[in-house]
Nanobody, 125 residues
Framework: QVQLVESGGGLVQAGGSLRLSCAAS????????MGWFRQAPGKEREFVAA????????YYADSVKGRFTISRDNAKNTVYLQMNSLKPEDTAVYYC??????????????????WGQGTQVTVLS
């Protein structure tokens, strides 16, 4: 069982930056692959980025590639999402999620067993 709590969301002007954090509690955080998803108003939740349990492999949605960076600190039981060059279309509730080790990174919601409550990111034009 893993409990996840996101923080770091807020209001930012287009072109600005935010860093989201996701603190995990429970057992064996370092054995889980971690992902970030987001859900904009009126839209389905979508994959943003994922990182392997070791930190050795990363994957991004095309819409955020080159602007967002996912990282993790297993000693602190925390995963991060650094978001740069933010655009109004990045406005959404951002969720972190934990997936068991499938051997490769996953992008589908159902492959993630544990979810945080989400943090709102609003980008003003």
């Amino acid at each position: 069982q893993v409990q996840l709590v996101e923080s770091g969301g807020g209001l930012v002007q287009a072109g600005g930056s935010l860093r989201l954090s996701c603190a995990a509690s429970g057992r064996s955080f370092s054995s889980y692959d971690m992902g970030w998803f987001r859900q904009a108003p009126g839209k389905e939740r979508e994959f943003v980025a994922a990182i392997r349990w070791s930190g050795g492999s990363l994957y991004y949605a095309d819409s955020v590639k080159g602007r967002f960076t996912i990282s993790r600190d297993n000693a602190k039981n925390t995963v991060y999402l650094q978001m740069n060059s933010l655009k109004p279309e990045d406005t959404a509730v951002y969720y972190c999620a934990a997936s068991r080790d499938y051997g490769s990174l996953r992008v589908l919601e159902y492959e993630y067993a544990y979810w945080g409550q989400g943090t709102q990111v609003t980008v003003l034009s």
